[in-house]
């Protein structure tokens, strides 16, 4: 038992080969991983020691060190946080414990390409080391545990990997990187620090390095490179863009800058801080449609880290915010299942959508650009909100856009107040259409009679735009129609043209019933066509034909 060698999984070997190519040009991302995984690891054991004091004994100042040896041409990344068992290292590094790389991989398969953006977001990456690296040394002992139950584990990353016991004096861990042939600048004590400001600023922790003497470590001297206190606990006029951008990245594992945050104390009967962060672009697990994936929203406690609690603090439809929560007054020991029933923790979730849905309302109307970004790349998903959250409804129905009759082409523009602004006087309903692309909304001959009259018609295309409909029949007092639906409204003048189009198309109408037989339930004249001959009509409780389409895909 003591020395062994295993295979990685196989899609561990796969994950490896994706993000050591996909990664290539961001090398130093690398860094930013194994110093997340320190902080998690500090994270933990500050967690775990609120239940049991004992697990920081000896040495309670939780840290991690970052040191290179020009010599032995490694850099090492130490933590004296929870640190892993045997057990532990077998299932955390070797396999793919987490759904969320099983769902990446099989996305890469398909059509999207490996994209480094998406790398750290599925728990992958500690393989980020071996971008540099062509062996990794992980020496690590669990908090609690004898010097002896240490372990060793070490990887040249090409499909097997060793575990030995180790005596292992300090708790935590250490992860040695031997670099690679053309990765000297690693070795540089100035890129080491400017990596660790560029991605690793905000960390909670001190990230601490020796003095540099002569290219040498003086393991005598140790500064703190990091500003090491939670950003979200510093006054907002304090703290720079840039630092919120770094902040974001590092929280989200994105490349790309925020499109938008909102930082906000609230002080009272229970006072807590929110950092809130809308992305510029959907991450990989939204388009591909996932929903468990639910990460990017971490509770703290007096900023103690309690854990990810997304779906504690955000409704489904909010799923793409990134963020921060800390509360003062809830208490350290809370677990998941108190957290699901938690009534202060239902007003934090209040104020975080309250905070999410402003900071949306303040971009629609202070910079068109970026939340026609936002729109584009998360537009849909707020939609499901109009279902899912009852309470905001006309709020959230205030921030769509949509295609429209007099409305820019098929650009998503019109909001229902834009609409509402050009309604003819008495005109009571917002008249749409829904199908299956924009193309085939506009050219719906449904819509003929209402162009002729220059009545607007949003044309709807989304797939969620139809269920979502089904929940919203109002907004701001006026009356929500589907033009395919029902009777039309009619002047007099029109209605006596009707009977009389009526009276004569008599003959014509007997005909076609005869025909058509069970394939219809009615054929009339109608008022809806001015140019076609005919067109297919629903009665007003019928499914729309592309709701009625979709349901017949997915085997309904
Ligand atoms: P993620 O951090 O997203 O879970 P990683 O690939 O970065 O994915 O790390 C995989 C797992 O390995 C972590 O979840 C953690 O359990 C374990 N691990 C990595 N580094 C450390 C560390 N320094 N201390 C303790 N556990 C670690
Ligand atoms: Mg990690």
Redesign the pocket.
Known sequence: MSQETRKFEAEVAQVLHLVTHSLYSHKEIFLR??I???S??CD?LRFEALADPSLTDGDADLRIQVTWDPEARTIS???N????SRD??V???GTI??SGTRRYLEALSGEHKADARLI?????????AFVVADKVT?I?RRAGQPEVAGVRWESDGKGEYTLEDANVTER????VLHLKADEDEFLRSWTLRGAITKYSDHVAFPIRMPADKDGKPDPTEWTTVNSASALWSRAKSEISDEEYQNFYKALG?DFNDALAWTHNRVEGSQSFTTLLYVPEQPPFDLMMGGRDER?GLKLYIKRVFIMDAAEELLPNYLRFVRGVVDADDLPLNVSREILQHNRQLEQIKARCVKGVLDLLERIARDEPEKFATFLAGFGNTLKEGIVEDATNRERIAKLLRFASTKGEGAAKTVSFDDYIGRMAVGQDTIWYVTADSYAAAAGSPQLEALKAKDIEVLLMSDRVDEWMLGYLTEYAGKRLRNVAKGDFPLDEADKAKQEAAATAAAPLLERAKALLGDRVKEVRVSARLTDSPSCLALADFDMAPHLARLLREAGQ
Do not use: C, P, W
Not at 172 to 175: E, L
């Open positions: 991983e194994l997340s995984n320190a998690d690891a933990k990344v130490r933590d946080g929870i640190g892993m532990e290292v299932a955390n590094i414990a987490s750290g977001q599925f728990g992958v990456g500690f393989y980020s992980v690590t935590g861990t250490t992860v594992h990460k």
